[in-house]
């Protein structure tokens, strides 16, 4: 039990890094997990874990944008409607999470419908290294292609419905392909479709609110709740220990590109392709 602790804590770590930043966080969970597997746990439950760990990662995104993303407001210059129930409600805010919501269904959809063919397909370390090599490519280019464009859309407001749709396809690739990185794949979307990498990398944040807590139910409710009380303690640790490394990776993201391109994860994505793709074919 001391030591599926201490793997939950290192899982939870690993989530809580590579969730945000652009190289794939179930990609690195399903990599660790070949040296790092626990010992009083089920397959079904560690299909489970790798998913609802998220969760934790998710209430820190909720925690640092709660401005940004809470709809219900006191101040009727920005309500839909000056009266009534719609009073209640910022339109900006609401807009914005329309939006996220078209960002989701692509995902949603084909991820209800396939999700475990895609799982018994994919989700393993040959196809993993080939997507961290592929997006590490795709990073790269699409930086060299970006630098030289001007006139980025820098706010959420001026993010389309279609831009969202957009964006919500290339989230798609990451629920399909382990190792492509959600996250990953949504920025390169919004670089593409012409928004700053800022915007680019918050609506992102946004997106994973919806998109995970939905996949984190769909699992919970696969799984039947029929928890051991070890498994219990191992999820929680797991979640809070994400949590609170999301909150310092997420800070540390949005200064860094600030300043800088996405074009280091692109190198490291290709160099831990490389390795894996290695390792396994030695072994």
């Not at 006191?74 to 209640?88: F, M, V």
């Not at 001007?150 to 969202?164: C, F």
């Not at 600030?258 to 290695?278: E, M, S, T």
Request: overall charge positive.
């Amino acid at each position: 039990m001391f030591l599926d602790i201490i793997k939950s804590i290192i899982f939870g770590i690993v989530e809580g890094i590579t969730e945000w930043l652009p190289i794939s966080s179930t990609g690195h969970l399903i990599l660790v997990e070949q040296f790092l597997k626990f010992e009083n746990v089920s397959p079904e439950f560690w299909s489970m874990f790798q998913v609802v760990i998220q969760l934790g990662a998710i209430l820190a995104v909720v925690l640092l944008y709660f401005k940004k993303i809470w709809p219900i407001t006191n101040h009727k210059e920005n309500a839909i409607k000056p009266t009534g129930i719609l009073s209640y409600f910022d339109k900006n805010i609401m807009n914005l999470w329309g939006k996220i919501l078209v960002g989701c269904v692509p995902a949603a959809i084909i991820g209800l419908l396939f999700d475990e063919m895609f799982e018994a397909l994919f989700y393993n370390p040959t196809c993993i290294a080939i997507a961290l090599i592929v997006f590490g490519i795709a990073f790269i280019i699409v930086e060299n292609w970006n630098k030289h464009r001007k006139g980025a859309k820098d706010k959420n407001s001026e993010i389309t419905y279609k831009d969202a749709l957009m964006i919500g396809v290339f989230q798609l690739l990451a629920a399909i392909f382990p190792g492509t990185s959600r996250s990953g794949a949504t920025i390169i979307g919004g670089l593409l479709i012409g928004l700053s990498r800022p915007n680019a990398a918050e609506f992102t944040f946004y997106l994973a609110i919806p998109t995970m807590l939905g996949a984190s139910l769909l699992k919970l409710v696969k799984f039947g709740l029929a928890f051991t009380s070890a498994e219990i303690i191992i999820l929680l640790i797991g979640m809070i220990v994400s949590f609170i490394v999301s909150m310092f990776v997420i800070k540390f993201l949005m200064n860094y590109i600030k300043k800088h391109d996405f074009k280091v994860f692109g190198y490291y994505r290709i160099i831990l392709g490389v390795i894996v793709l290695a390792y396994f074919f030695i072994n």
